[in-house]
């Protein structure tokens, strides 16, 4: 219980709550709409899923400014504002944000892929042996099951980089289906979303999880 009291005192562990119930409600809205006789519900999950977006703080610099003016808009008190525009220009921003976010991912993912199969190379001890003790030649299969190993291996040894690349690509799922670049459903969203909060819960409640960036 203790433990529960100091996340959520934390402004980081509150809002990854809210957005767990946001995207929570969203997935249950999505499975539940095609039954006739849940409409209720579906009212109920759609209210609550919009309630706690407005008291979800959102962990970007631009954010901070679009989110109030969208939110404004929405309550009635400022009928000049282009809600739609704003939201656009959010959701572009956030994308670019995300993007950059997988690309350093990537990146880290590949060296460090690089530095397993270096340090199983040193201790094989033998140049003409692959790796991962994979004979690699030209065929596909081969070559993919050597490369599934090595993702996995580098993977394992660095779980703030799984974390946080799977916390990444479930995220930017929403801007992109926001800006019609992939189209998508609300239950895609709701999950990726709730996969994603609870990859950035794990990181507030263990901090040596969080991927540490240079």
């Not at 954010?63 to 404004?72: A, L, M, N, S």
């Not at 040193?122 to 690699?136: C, I």
Request: aromatic letters at 10%.
């Amino acid at each position: 219980m203790d433990a529960f009291i100091s996340f959520t005192n934390q402004t980081q562990g509150r809002d990854q709550l809210f957005r767990a119930t946001k995207y929570t409600c969203m997935l249950l809205r999505y499975l539940l709409e095609p039954k006739a006789d849940k409409e209720e519900v579906v009212k109920k999950l759609k209210k609550l899923e919009s309630s706690v977006s407005t008291g979800s703080s959102l962990n970007l610099v631009i954010y901070f400014i679009c989110d109030p003016i969208i939110f404004v808009r929405s309550a009635g008190l400022a009928s000049g504002i282009n809600k739609e525009k704003w939201r656009m220009w959010a959701a572009r921003h956030y994308y670019y944000s995300l993007l950059l976010s997988l690309i350093r991912d990537l990146y880290e993912i590949s060296l460090q892929m690089e530095q397993v199969a270096h340090d199983r190379a040193k201790r094989e001890k033998s140049p003409s042996q692959d790796p991962l003790g994979y004979s690699v030649a030209n065929e596909e299969t081969e070559w993919l099951q050597f490369f599934l190993l090595l993702l996995f291996r580098s993977l394992k040894k660095h779980l703030p980089l799984l974390l946080d690349t799977v916390k990444n690509f479930c995220d930017i799922l929403n801007p992109l289906d926001q800006l019609g670049i992939y189209k998508s459903n609300p239950g895609i969203i709701g999950l990726g979303g709730l996969v994603s909060s609870m990859a950035g819960i794990i990181t507030v409640a263990y901090p040596q999880m969080k991927l540490k960036t240079h």
